[in-house]
């Protein structure tokens, strides 16, 4: 298989190590520049932090686009199972919709990627989409794959679509799935081992589906994956929390 060739959880673990800061700090640069903006602070200040906005903008937007790039051309031809297929459909997916969280800035005379972004938003629905499709047909309702997937996909349609309902409706689908199957003994692990409540992006704190398996660990059997489930099983049922409010 091309998963043996793969080493999905560290190669996933450096691209959001790589990723994440990037879009970090394009949220913090945004935040400041309004503020500024607001403020009435010196024209100068605002036009530092615009021009070192647009730098941090076109870092992320070149690593998403070379990240996609090499997923579609490279491996996805290769790919020769569902599990590989909707692993690399999902991190397109999740790189496409990192593309359309960036800030537009109307209003302040530069607004970065704004024809792009509908392609952007499109694309990004078009690899989840295809993943969802095969991850039903092949893959179980408690596979942490899965289950990342429809995470993601939710948090694209609640924080790109803006359409509350369908992302808690579309997560709340997998999450009872997930739990008819696996049953009541399950519960327990759905306890955040931390005390807290789990966080995501519809948080901005950067985390996702992602954790700590990759595409070729996540197939597996035994106690990783178990764990892996209720990892991301306790994220979806805190989103559904959030978004039901």
Not at 87 to 113: M, Q, W
Not at 120 to 143: G, K, M, N
Not at 157 to 162: A, D, H, P, T
Request: charged residues 25%; hydrophobic residues 35%; negative net charge.
């Amino acid at each position: 298989m091309i998963l043996q060739h793969f080493d999905g959880s560290n190669s996933c673990h450096r691209l959001k190590e790589f990723v994440n800061p990037q879009r970090a700090a394009l949220r913090t640069l945004t935040l400041l520049f309004v503020n500024n903006t607001n403020t009435r602070s010196p024209d100068n200040h605002q036009e530092v932090t615009l021009e070192y906005t647009k730098c941090k903008i076109d870092s992320l937007v070149n690593t998403c686009l070379h990240i996609i790039s090499v997923v579609k051309d490279t491996f996805l031809p290769l790919a020769d199972c569902a599990e590989s297929r909707v692993f690399f459909n999902k991190l397109a997916g999740d790189h496409s919709r990192y593309l359309c969280e960036i800030p537009t800035l109307k209003g302040y005379k530069y607004v970065p990627f704004e024809k792009e972004r509908a392609r952007a938003i499109a694309d990004t629905e078009a690899f989840y989409q295809v993943a969802f499709d095969e991850s039903q047909c092949d893959l179980s309702p408690t596979h942490p794959l899965r289950l990342s997937l429809v995470l993601n996909f939710s948090i694209f349609y609640f924080e790109i679509r803006k359409d509350k309902d369908k992302a808690h409706a579309f997560a709340k689908s997998a999450y009872d799935d997930a739990m008819a199957e696996l049953g009541a003994d399950f519960s327990s692990l759905l306890q955040d081992p931390s005390g807290g409540e789990q966080s995501n992006e519809a948080s901005h704190s950067g985390n996702d589906g992602e954790g700590g398996l990759g595409a070729s660990q996540v197939l597996s059997s035994g106690g990783s994956q178990e764990l892996e489930t209720a990892r991301v099983m306790r994220i979806i049922k805190s989103s559904l929390s959030r978004w039901a409010v």
